[in-house]
């Protein structure tokens, strides 16, 4: 099927520094079109933070990164008011919120307060701070990176915040060939300094725009409907998918037909989605262990439930 020539620019451009991901990159770009925002969790090393410097990189759109780190206060991010002695009044200083791709490299090393600072920001794409509010840039998404909860020094992210990410992927180690590749490379700071725009602020939200586009048969709604109602049945999960994870796991389906050369989507993108939508989403019952949460288990038992979902055809 062909790739729609802006979808091929950016993954193409993306896949210059990224090698041998690219149903990663594919996932990237279609929470990026489907005014989502991601979190990349994996082991240290594998190339999460050069994703998302390799996205934002490829829009000609401002970009902040913010390191997070357990000193890190709610207004280092979404800025403080100084008063003025000039003019005799305080004077909003914006945080590096106040950008269209920011990078949250390591969110889960800074505590529960200054994590919940971004929840206002990527569920309304605004930010209040002294009774005032105040919009963000248009695009707006949050790329989050994360190690995982058994390492050291991190404070495991809520599940409201968990709730606002579209998407959870993990990169996963390349392959032979691909990390010699990577070992040939000549050496640069950061790979992702040699690439160059593809697509401006405006060309990414016509193409957001296009989702609503997309046509989903209510066969495939039903589908969709049915394995977010299952996962609240299951006895292995305490808690289920929200609607707000029906409505993401929506319009993520409609994004990757679009990105794939479609104006319809099919059961499949649901099915091939609902794992990396909805994982992050449920909670493990206590019968399943009273460690901390496991992706990786949630994500078994997710694709199970949908193994039992019949497929409208």
Same mark, same amino acid.
Not at 255 to 269: F, N, S, T
């Given at each position: 099927?062909? =790739?729609?020539?802006?979808?091929?620019?950016?993954?193409?451009?993306?896949?210059?520094?990224?090698?041998?991901?690219?149903?990663?990159?594919?996932?990237?770009?279609?929470?990026?079109?489907?005014?989502?925002? @991601? &979190?990349?969790?994996?082991?240290?090393?594998?190339?999460? %933070? !050069?994703?998302?410097?390799?996205?934002?990189?490829?829009? /000609?759109?401002?970009?902040?990164?913010?390191?997070?780190? #357990?000193?890190?206060?709610?207004?280092?991010?979404?800025?403080?008011?100084?008063?003025?002695?000039?003019?005799?009044?305080?004077?909003?200083?914006?945080?590096?919120?106040?950008?269209?791709?920011?990078?949250?490299?390591?969110?889960?090393?800074?505590?529960?307060? !200054?994590?919940?600072?971004?929840?206002?920001?990527? #569920?309304?794409?605004? +930010?209040?701070?002294?009774?005032? %509010?105040?919009?963000?840039?248009?695009?707006?998404?949050?790329?989050?990176?994360?190690?995982?909860?058994?390492?050291?020094?991190?404070?495991? &992210?809520?599940?409201?915040? &968990?709730?606002?990410? @579209?998407?959870?992927?993990?990169?996963?180690?390349?392959?032979?060939?691909?990390?010699?590749?990577?070992?040939?490379?000549?050496?640069?700071?950061?790979?992702? /300094?040699?690439?160059? *725009? +593809?697509?401006? $602020?405006?060309? +990414?939200?016509?193409?957001?725009?296009?989702?609503?586009?997309?046509?989903? /048969?209510? #066969?495939?709604?039903?589908?969709?409907?049915?394995?977010?109602?299952? !996962?609240?049945?299951?006895?292995?999960?305490?808690?289920?998918?929200?609607?707000?994870?029906?409505?993401?796991?929506?319009? $993520?389906?409609?994004?990757?037909?679009? +990105?794939?050369?479609?104006?319809?989507?099919? *059961?499949?993108?649901?099915?091939?989605?609902?794992?990396? =939508?909805?994982?992050?989403?449920?909670? &493990?019952?206590?019968?399943?262990?009273?460690?901390?949460? #496991?992706?990786?288990?949630?994500?078994?038992?997710?694709?199970?439930? =949908?193994?039992?979902?019949?497929?409208?055809?």
């Amino acid at each position: 099927m062909n =790739v729609p020539k802006p979808f091929h620019a950016i993954q193409d451009n993306i896949a210059r520094v990224i090698k041998g991901k690219a149903q990663v990159i594919e996932m990237a770009v279609v929470c990026l079109v489907a005014r989502g925002h @991601l &979190l990349l969790e994996d082991v240290p090393g594998v190339g999460k %933070t !050069t994703l998302a410097h390799s996205l934002a990189r490829s829009l /000609d759109c401002s970009f902040k990164r913010i390191q997070f780190t #357990s000193d890190l206060l709610p207004s280092d991010i979404v800025g403080v008011s100084i008063f003025n002695r000039q003019h005799q009044a305080f004077e909003f200083v914006p945080g590096p919120i106040f950008a269209n791709i920011v990078l949250a490299d390591e969110i889960n090393r800074t505590t529960p307060k !200054t994590q919940s600072s971004l929840l206002e920001a990527m #569920s309304e794409a605004q +930010v209040s701070v002294d009774n005032q %509010t105040h919009s963000l840039k248009q695009p707006f998404m949050v790329i989050a990176t994360q190690n995982p909860a058994e390492y050291h020094g991190t404070f495991p &992210l809520p599940e409201s915040q &968990l709730d606002r990410f @579209l998407m959870r992927l993990r990169i996963g180690y390349p392959s032979l060939e691909e990390e010699r590749k990577v070992l040939n490379r000549p050496y640069a700071l950061h790979p992702a /300094d040699s690439l160059a *725009p +593809v697509l401006t $602020a405006q060309d +990414v939200l016509e193409l957001q725009r296009r989702i609503e586009e997309v046509h989903m /048969d209510e #066969s495939v709604c039903e589908y969709l409907l049915a394995i977010v109602h299952a !996962t609240r049945q299951s006895e292995l999960l305490s808690l289920g998918v929200s609607t707000r994870g029906a409505l993401a796991l929506n319009n $993520a389906s409609k994004a990757l037909a679009l +990105v794939r050369g479609r104006e319809y989507c099919l *059961p499949d993108d649901v099915k091939e989605l609902a794992p990396i =939508v909805l994982s992050h989403r449920v909670m &493990l019952s206590r019968a399943q262990g009273m460690r901390a949460q #496991s992706f990786e288990q949630a994500e078994r038992i997710v694709l199970d439930i =949908v193994e039992t979902i019949p497929v409208p055809v």
